[in-house]
């Protein structure tokens, strides 16, 4: 029901998302989807990866501060309200989304977003409960 997400903090300089790819590259870690929120001075870089504790061990040894985190990858119609929808029964059940991000990959028809709220357990219950599919983490990767 939940995913595995690595979360790293990134220094905002030139080059430096580069070398943070070329490094799971190089190590043969499948970047599945990405997310970057910035500031001036460092971003938070969230990432799906295939191999979670290969790549946090890698990332650690590497100078980053990482750590792992659970979040849902949620089966939306891929429409116009397909996502309104979902934000309506979160909302409806008072759970909050901390942040979402889109995944470029589609399971049949739907569009997958990752979400982070914060109540996970309530809100698996109640996507599914309402007939919303929760992605696991074998069939994301």
């Given amino acids: 029901m ?3 997400q690595i979360s790293v903090f990134i ?3 030139h ?3 580069e070398e943070f790819t070329t490094l799971l590259g190089e190590n043969g870690i499948d970047l599945i989807a ?3 929120a910035d500031t001036t001075n460092f ?3 969230r990432a799906i990866v295939a191999d979670n504790e290969k790549a946090l061990r890698l990332v650690r040894d590497h100078g980053y501060t990482a750590n792992l985190t ?3 990858a949620v089966a939306v119609p891929d429409s116009p309200g397909g996502l309104a929808g979902v934000l309506t029964m979160l909302r409806d059940g008072s759970i909050s989304i901390e942040y979402l991000y889109s995944f ?3 399971v049949g028809k739907d569009a997958i977003i990752i979400f982070r709220v914060d109540q996970p357990e309530k809100a698996a ?3 599914q409960e309402k007939g919303v599919r929760l992605l696991s983490q074998e069939e994301i990767v």
């Fill in 34 to 36: 990405l997310s970057i």
């Fill in 104 to 106: 470029v990959r589609r």
């Fill in 15 to 17: 080059g430096r998302l």
């Fill in 125 to 127: 219950a109640l996507l």
């Fill in 70 to 72: 659970e979040v849902l």
């Fill in 43 to 45: 971003g938070i870089l």
């Fill in 11 to 13: 220094e905002n300089r």
């Fill in 2 to 4: 939940f995913i595995k």
